[in-house]
């Protein structure tokens, strides 16, 4: 039986799994000349996602969404939840605090593989799931080396265009500041793109962080809606990430 086959007591329209990893460590509430804070940025921007998923009939069932915060430690970890019934979150910053990715990046890698194997397990069929990591700083130095080292490569190891298209998990890399290791950032994302997002300046941070996130929800409803192979789609959506790239490196 095909994933697309109906299964008894199932939804058997296919699936994208999403997970935002996000940085909430204090430096994500600070604020620079009255201008909003990169986690008021990041809260405005989830809740337009949301809602903008919310408005498209198949996105609503087929696009589902799970958070996992980290400072030194991961903060909060949701279910996989669909955006058709899932409340929009509100992210806060914690008063103490490092940013110990690579164990927030592992965490949301086995996230997305275990959702997949359930989706696999009961027959659904599944769009390539989506990888959101925001970060503002570097990452810690009392985080374990090699852990960082294995954090990249299983990010690397999912974008292989040799596992096929199923398999790929499209890395969405975005730095917030002037603050950030740019060299991990594009390790993560050199796989799939051609660098991380990189949202920077005073007057300019917003827009920025609107036109990642746009692009984001356009790539998910790409994904869900363009006819054609699935490595068709991750085609369009890797044109359009690198675009975007583009366009934010001449701001």
Known sequence: MSFDDVIPGFNASKRLPIVFCLDVSPSMGWQEHGNKSSIELLNDAVRNFIVELKLDQKARAAAEVAFVTFSTNIVMDTNFESVGSVS????????????????????????????????????IGFYAPFLVLVTDGNPDNNDDTAKQARAMSTVKSHCNSHIGAEEII???????????DSATLNSYAAGFTN????????????????????MIGNSTKQSIHLNGSAKKILETVKVNMNDLLADLAGE
């Open 170 to 180: 499209v890395p969405f890399i975005i730095g917030v500041g002037d603050n950030v």
């Open 195 to 214: 660098g991380f997002f990189h949202v920077k300046g005073d007057a300019a941070k917003s827009s920025q962080f609107s036109k990642v996130f746009k």
């Open 88 to 123: 929009i979150p509100h992210f806060e910053t914690v008063s103490r605090g490092g940013t110990q990715m690579a164990t927030a990046v592992l965490h949301s890698i086995k996230k997305i593989e275990e959702r997949r194997q359930q989706l696999l397990n009961n027959e």
